[in-house]
């Protein structure tokens, strides 16, 4: 299927800005899952597992008598995954290079879950719509997504973050990627015949006294996606550089406010009929 041009890349780089990512953003997602109803026994489709750690939490709320299957596009990420898995010890998942809307049908799961994936497939209401002959009758999908169009906490002291961050949204936006797929959940869900709770889940994700820890989560972004800003003429590669190592750097580093991890993330999930 055709999808949007993926602007952070499949590389080392941006296996480790995936890690760090999902250590910050783990607490919102884990209250999604829970919420969505995620729990003891399940087999759980993970649909874009990417370096495994959606699925490695999965793991720890489905326990021992459930199981995850963690599949992606990238046959790297997927070996990466699988090689952190092994070294955890971690027996109740395994992962798999393969579409998740291509799947045989005739094994089906409790739920199928995923993290900022909707947003890179081309028709995310098609895509929920396959997911779902994956699912068993009055399984979950649940999933959660950027909302990015929803006013993120900022503070006016932040100029160069709030212009970076329009920068990667750009990019987002040029690739054909949606950002505000969050938002747009709950009618997906009900377009793709689901049966969603009307009332998802919405958080942000900031620090306070962590310049470090806000200055690195940006200057990740920026790491992978680089090649993808100077490729689409957004802006130069120096230009960039200088912005992340000195500028946001010197904003961020021994910033005294509220720094934003990301753009709001609302976590929506549905029952198959």
Same mark, same amino acid.
């Given at each position: 299927?055709?999808?949007?041009?993926?602007?952070?890349?499949?590389?080392?780089?941006?296996?480790?800005?995936?890690?760090?990512?999902?250590?910050?953003?783990?607490?919102?997602?884990? *209250?999604? !899952?829970? &919420? /969505?109803?995620?729990?003891?026994?399940?087999?759980? %489709? @993970?649909? +874009?597992?990417?370096?495994?750690?959606?699925?490695?939490?999965?793991?720890?709320?489905?326990?021992?008598?459930?199981?995850?299957?963690?599949?992606?596009?990238?046959?790297?990420?997927?070996?990466?995954?699988?090689?952190?898995?092994?070294?955890?010890?971690?027996?109740?998942?395994?992962?798999?290079?393969?579409?998740?809307?291509?799947?045989?049908?005739?094994?089906?799961?409790?739920?199928?879950?995923?993290?900022?994936?909707?947003?890179?497939?081309?028709?995310?209401?098609?895509?929920?719509?396959?997911?779902?002959?994956?699912?068993?009758?009055?399984?979950?999908?649940?999933?959660?997504?950027?909302?990015?169009?929803?006013?993120?906490?900022?503070?006016?002291?932040?100029?160069?973050?709030?212009?970076? *961050?329009? !920068?990667? &949204? /750009?990019?987002?936006?040029?690739?054909?990627?949606? %950002? @505000?797929? +969050?938002?747009?959940?709950?009618?997906?869900?009900?377009?793709?015949?689901?049966?969603?709770?009307?009332?998802?889940?919405?958080?942000?994700?900031?620090?306070?006294?962590?310049?470090?820890?806000?200055?690195?989560?940006?200057?990740?972004?920026?790491?992978?996606?680089?090649?993808?800003?100077?490729?689409?003429?957004?802006?130069?590669?120096?230009?960039?550089?200088?912005?992340?190592?000195?500028?946001?750097?010197?904003?961020?580093?021994?910033?005294?406010?509220?720094?934003?991890?990301?753009?709001?993330?609302?976590?929506?999930?549905?029952?198959?009929?």
């Amino acid at each position: 299927m055709d999808d949007t041009d993926y602007v952070l890349g499949r590389t080392s780089t941006e296996y480790e800005r995936l890690i760090e990512q999902a250590e910050l953003l783990r607490p919102l997602t884990e *209250r999604m !899952l829970r &919420a /969505a109803g995620i729990g003891a026994g399940m087999r759980v %489709l @993970d649909v +874009g597992c990417g370096v495994g750690e959606v699925s490695l939490l999965v793991s720890e709320l489905v326990g021992p008598d459930g199981s995850v299957v963690g599949v992606d596009l990238d046959g790297d990420a997927v070996r990466f995954a699988d090689e952190r898995r092994a070294a955890r010890g971690v027996a109740n998942v395994v992962f798999h290079q393969a579409d998740a809307r291509s799947l045989p049908s005739d094994d089906l799961f409790d739920a199928a879950v995923g993290r900022f994936v909707l947003m890179f497939m081309s028709d995310p209401t098609a895509a929920l719509r396959l997911i779902a002959q994956r699912v068993r009758s009055g399984g979950i999908v649940a999933f959660h997504e950027w909302a990015a169009n929803v006013a993120s906490p900022s503070a006016t002291n932040q100029p160069v973050l709030d212009s970076f *961050r329009n !920068l990667i &949204a /750009a990019t987002f936006e040029r690739s054909g990627a949606r %950002l @505000d797929t +969050g938002a747009e959940l709950y009618w997906r869900m009900r377009d793709a015949g689901l049966e969603p709770d009307p009332r998802p889940l919405a958080e942000f994700a900031v620090c306070m006294g962590q310049g470090v820890v806000g200055y690195r989560r940006w200057a990740l972004f920026a790491r992978s996606m680089l090649p993808k800003i100077v490729e689409y003429g957004l802006d130069a590669e120096e230009e960039v550089l200088d912005t992340v190592e000195r500028r946001l750097h010197d904003e961020l580093i021994d910033s005294r406010d509220l720094i934003p991890l990301s753009w709001l993330m609302i976590g929506q999930w549905a029952r198959k009929p």
